[in-house]
């Protein structure tokens, strides 16, 4: 969809396409007629500009556009991003998120995330402060999941005996449960239709510094990075592979990642 900023760019391009095509196409001793005149020059090019910059002019105030841009909050009038820990009521608008994104076949039921979720913060969302007509409100654009696993619970995953969809509040351990071994990053989501990724892992490695000073029972950061931007994160990290090459989980091929408190701790942000 075009905003405030791409119709001039979009418009004033196609316009000097359009005359470069004009150009091209007359003869070979009219273009040397106009390189020879400057000022017919620049005559034709402003001739072809105006009634561009006219239908620019025409959509800008059409209504249809001043609504798409009234809608567009999360572009347009953006106050604040600030992250918090989530509540069982952020469930609908992390759900909303995650659609945009992936199907719910591949993802943990709602009886038991909203468990999990109820349980304690295990959840950290980026809330978004827009400005719409003089009024705030708040959206949650994006989110994050970390679960403290035990050994056996995440070897289980590595192995492909247990799904990441099949996890049940049972398997998430409390922060300082003496068998909460792993730090299981589960989810790391910004929404299209804001960018919240750099406030998201701002805040993630933060957040997992806390937890590994308030927690010495945990000996390891895990992930399952299934696509480009994760792959990349654990790479920059240099998390190691664990457990079976090449997993296939969810028509997905790929592999689950840990790499030691101490190491994270000295990692790259």
Request: overall charge positive; hydrophobic content about 40%; some cysteine.
């Amino acid at each position: 969809m075009l905003n405030r900023e791409s119709i001039p760019k979009y418009f004033g391009l196609n316009g000097t396409l359009i005359f470069g095509i004009a150009v091209a196409a007359l003869s070979s001793e009219v273009r040397s007629n106009l390189a020879q005149n400057a000022i017919l020059f620049v005559v034709l090019f402003a001739a072809l500009q105006i009634p561009i910059l006219a239908q620019f002019k025409i959509l800008e105030n059409s209504k249809k556009l001043q609504w798409d841009w009234d809608n567009e909050i999360d572009d347009v009038d953006v106050c604040s991003i600030k992250m918090r820990d989530g509540l069982p009521s952020d469930d609908e608008s992390t759900e909303e998120v995650y659609n945009e994104w992936f199907s719910r076949s591949i993802a943990i039921s709602d009886e038991e995330y909203q468990a999990i979720v109820g349980r304690g913060n295990f959840i950290r969302v980026a809330e978004v402060d827009c400005l719409k007509k003089g009024n705030i409100i708040k959206l949650v654009r994006g989110y994050y999941a970390i679960f403290p696993l035990s050994k056996i619970t995440f070897e289980k995953l590595c192995d492909g005996v247990l799904k990441e969809k099949n996890l049940k509040s049972e398997d998430v351990l409390d922060f300082d449960d003496p068998e909460a071994k792993i730090l299981y990053i589960c989810e790391i989501l910004s929404s299209k239709k804001y960018n919240t990724t750099s406030n998201l892992m701002l805040d993630l490695r933060s957040n997992i510094l806390k937890k590994l000073k308030n927690n010495p029972n945990i000996e390891f950061i895990g992930t399952w990075p299934y696509t480009k931007f994760g792959k990349d994160r654990v790479d920059r990290i240099k998390m190691k592979p664990v457990g079976r090459k090449r997993l296939k989980h969810y028509f997905w091929e790929h592999q689950f990642y840990a790499i030691s408190a101490q190491s994270y701790r000295n990692a790259k942000k």
